[in-house]
């Protein structure tokens, strides 16, 4: 069942994690419900990342709880993490394809190991994986890039596959993991627009790591217009001050900041600061 647009998906109560003593995340709080963003912002090294790897069960928590769609994961063992962690999906850095799949595998993939994607007879039927892997490539502008493999397409290009791939099974909640790291201002926006585009169509909540204001400022104030296909303004009091979008920064594992891009921008805290270009 898709998820209302009141329907929390992910909660983090008071989560901490230490590696040899050194704080990963510490007492991180926050809910998020569908359709909802989170735009996170952080030096390097300050929890960003594992932030998403604890939501997803990748990496355990030492105190707290971690909610994810109604259900305390907290504690779930690995097999038990795998149909739940099935609704997530997740864009690695760089892209993360695999070199020796085609482009028509590497989006497969997720339809044919999830377990929560099979039917009670096995896998999906091979002309409904073929079906959904052409709809999305073609969601993603890369329809003509079937038989390819990575290695022939473009770094923007691989980076549009990871989003297909992330996103072709239809996941409630998506994570994106500096998505447009390294890429130039044009195709990096491009990038932004799509992940603007299947957050709208489908109402899925999103958490965007990123180093790039610019990205989060899309993110909080443009929308998809499935009538005309476009990506377009907010309307008027879904922008800077909404609540769809808000914007964490993140700092030796803390969240230090919580809130909307109006509130972000008038922040006088210095280090919260580093990350408002207009």
Known sequence: MAETATS??????DVSLHFDGTPALDHVSFAMNAGETRVVFGAAGSGKT????????????????????GEDVTNFKESAMFAIRSKVGILFQEGGLFDSMT??????????NQQARR???????????DARVLRTLNFVEL??????????????????????????????LVLYDSPTAGLDPITANLIIH????????RNTAAILVTHRYQDGHLMANFRYNPDSGQIEPAREGEGLGGVRTKFFVMNEGRLVFDGSETELRASQDSYVRKFVKY
Do not use: C, Q, W
């Open 8 to 13: 929390e998906v992910l909660r983090f109560d």
């Open 50 to 69: 594992m932030m998403l790897k604890t939501a997803v069960g990748l990496e355990k928590p030492d105190s707290g709880h971690v909610i994810l769609f």
């Open 194 to 201: 799509l992940l603007i585009k299947e957050r709208d169509s």
């Open 119 to 129: 039917n009670g007879d096995g896998p999906l039927p091979e002309a409904e994986v």
């Open 103 to 112: 482009i028509a595998e590497n989006v497969a993939y997720p339809l044919l």
């Open 143 to 172: 329809g003509n890039t079937l038989e390819k493999f990575p290695s022939e397409i473009s770094g923007g290009m691989r980076r549009r596959v990871g989003i297909a791939r992330a996103v072709v099974t239809e996941p409630p």
